[in-house]
């Protein structure tokens, strides 16, 4: 990567205004998440950048958990067990109720050359064990997803029951539920911790193959040397298999004609219920529910992000559109030995145009590295973003059932308007309140703080963020950032001396295509897409793959080389341009758009 | 004949480099091996062997006393009959070729003559002998110079011309960033000549050799063409209309055609080339010149960096930026 100097920086983190109708949004957060004017200086210093891809949406005080625990855990990774040379973790904070994060770097050459002699062998370790690895990993992720499935949350009842309470002696069952909750935050902690333990490294062998590929071959498209990696199957795709066998079921049960366009899943299913075929298909899908309906209708980081599981509406309307396809004559086969064959094809062809047979070794060995840590980088998001992660929300709803009970809240969703420290509070309030035998202070502490906090959510979600905030840094070595956010030095140049209007990112997925433009902020949204219309949001989800047949092309505000958006778009054959920076600001729904997929231009025609 | 005064293309090979120079013996291996090559033939340095040729006179006189001097009967005879072989008063480009032309690794391009449209035995004739007054301008003296050891002599390529409808130069690898994964046409109206000479700003295009796909697409000025004159028999230079200019002077099956052409000839000689083509009012695609490229040749021998192990490589990643600083 060229070094460049700071040309420009952006607005200070402390100059950011608050939204009218959102004041005392800090509220919601830890102290520790807020900017400190009592550090402003170096703050400013610093370069912050808006987190849109893992958090587009303006965070539920609740939610900030999973920041909190995925930048623990990267961090913790990074620095201390790998000790990358260059790098320590990601900070965050939050601003209006939006994520921002920077990355602390190594500069001292006698830390990194010390760090090295730790960070060799403990990766060789790791790419040498990764096969033994994975599996090690997988059955920790196992045990930890069936623990929190089965977690217990007891009840406050008005009378013990005389079994718990006298005869097995269980104590308190106010301080039982302390411990759920506690071990319910641990668990998905623990689960954040697995999170990246293997994931930075897949990337770490991604970012070099395309280091090499970008030296070899300077003009070679990010989207080329992503599809020389990817291709194989991964348990991301199970799920939406699950609904094409779904759809190819209702037509083998002659079910389909359910399955209507524009009528909701509950019309759907009261219809199956009427027939013997019908009633069949219901059971078909209650099998195949588990765990493959544990997929998140967004990325995994949200509360109100449900999984297919507990929000059928999205994959309903996917099966209706797959049986549509069928009726066309389409088979919803993923063309993946053709994708395969013609990902070999390349990566042969770029090999024979190296000039020595060293280079070609290494590109060979780079290539075979990064396929063979594709499944498990691809993988991972079905078992700790969705699987995991909706489970873990489902136990706090349990909890959040527990305080409406006890008058603190008017519904079980409301547990997630109060941040993690609050809800230990909240529990103190609750026990005490149970055997003192009145009402808390929560049940009049809590319900106007909560109405209010929806209100500042909700005026918050119709800001748009700034994609950067502080100063521009001369260079940007988290492997991390560069791959994931697609954020490099360069790219933050290109986004600072913006705001002309004019949109351009990476070219993520080639071809060339023209629509109306549809501004998607959040997963609400996405029901409104229409055919041949051109998808401009912060950035999307795999789970969106159903609105990706119907789209003309994708645009997102961030994401790099290896963002879900990409990847996505790629396997549909659409053209894509991420990481613009300012596509959702710059582009309003109507406007007719051009997408270059192939040099990364959004132009607003 | 032992020692032939011509030889048409078609029976030129590339061993016969010593006596027809590199361009020609280049174009008769293409024409041999099934490319678009025009045919023409190579004025053999036999013939430049029997002028009188100036012993220690400076450039200035040398090239004076070359083109004073008629060439023998024998060689005029041989060149207009090889001239009438092409048809009747067909018009071609006359180009030096001499010995040291076009060598891997010492490019000599373009440091001797080229005549363009050259119609008729008598004006092939004083053409032919320009070229030969060529080898003693300052410039291609001054070359000999430095680069000794190069062999001497001197040959002469008559080719037929195409009547360009557009035309251009192309490489099999990106010119301007090395990569050999491309190939880099710039394309102009007319004649290549404006192109080759830098007169105008061509369109130009990126096409993967892998992919196939037009990586980039650049729209030149393309402010004038050079056309052939059929009144006045010659090539002129002209402005081409605004509308012309804005649009890109090649289709996309033709970008194809001509990025399918490159690799071939790049696969036929097992190494990068650098191509003259043009495309003519019949719309068939020319190669009218091949030569290896030497630039990025040399450079990517140069800075080949491998790393031990691909855990080496992943370490120096991590390490990039930080090493750099």
Redesign the interface.
Known sequence: ?T?VHPVAGFASPFDVPTPAGAEGWEEMYPYYLLFDPERREQEDKRFWFYNGMHFPEPMPAFDMITAESCYLSIGRYQGRVFA????LGIEHRVVNGYVYITSNE??D?AQ?EKR?ET??PR??FY?ENWDTLVDRWQSEVDQRIDELGALEIPRLPEIEDEDEAIHDHKLGPNYRLMAAYDRTLQLYNELNQLHFELLLLAY??Y??FF??CG???????MQ?MTQMIGGDDTTMFRPDDELKELARAAIDKGVDSAFVDGRNHEEIVSALKQTDGGRAWLEDLESRKHPWFFMSTGDGFYHHHRAWVDDLRLPFAAITGYIGQLYEGGTLARPQEQIVAERNR?SS??AE?L??D??RT?FE??VG?CRHVFPHAEGHKFFIEHWGTALFFNKMREIGGVFAEQGFFGSADDVFYLNIHEVHEALSDVGLAWSGGAPGRGTVYWPPRIAKRKKILAKLGEWTPPAALGSVPD???D?TVQLLWGVTAERLRAWAGGGDGTVSGYAAS?GVAEGNARVVRTIDEIGDVKAGEVLVCSVTAPSWGPVFPKIAAAVSDIGGMMSHAAIVAREYGLPAVVGTGNATSAIKTGDRVRVDG??GAVTIL | MDAPFTIPFDEIGLDQVGIVGGKSAHLGDLRGAGFPVPQGFAVTTHAFDLLDLPAAADAAEAQRLVRGQEAPAEVRESIVAAYALLGEDVPVAVRSSAVAEDGADASFAGVQDTYLWVRGAAAVLESVGRCWASYFNDEAVAYRANHAGLAPGMSVAVQQMVDARVAGVMFTL?PV??????IAIDASYGLGITVVSGDVTPDSF?V????R????STIGAKAVECVADAERGETVIRDVEPKRRERLSLEVDEIRALAELARRVERHYGRAQDLEWAIGRDDAVYLLQSRAETVWSQK??ES????A???D??????????R??
Do not use: H, W
């Open positions: 990567m070094e990358i040379p260059t790098v190594v500069t050459p990194i090295l960070f060799l990766i060789g790419y770490g062998a970012l070099t280091e090499f030296k070899a071959f300077p003009d070679m498209g080329t390349i062809e770029y145009l000039p020595s060293e280079e290494q060995q780079m590295l260079v940007i070595n492997p080639p192939n040099t | 990106n960033s090395g990569d050999p994964s491309c990126l993967s050799k892998v992919t796909e037009i990586q980039r990517r021998k080949s960096t491998v790393a192990s691909p855990l490589a992943i370490a120096a990643t991590f390490l990039g930026n930080a750099n600083r």
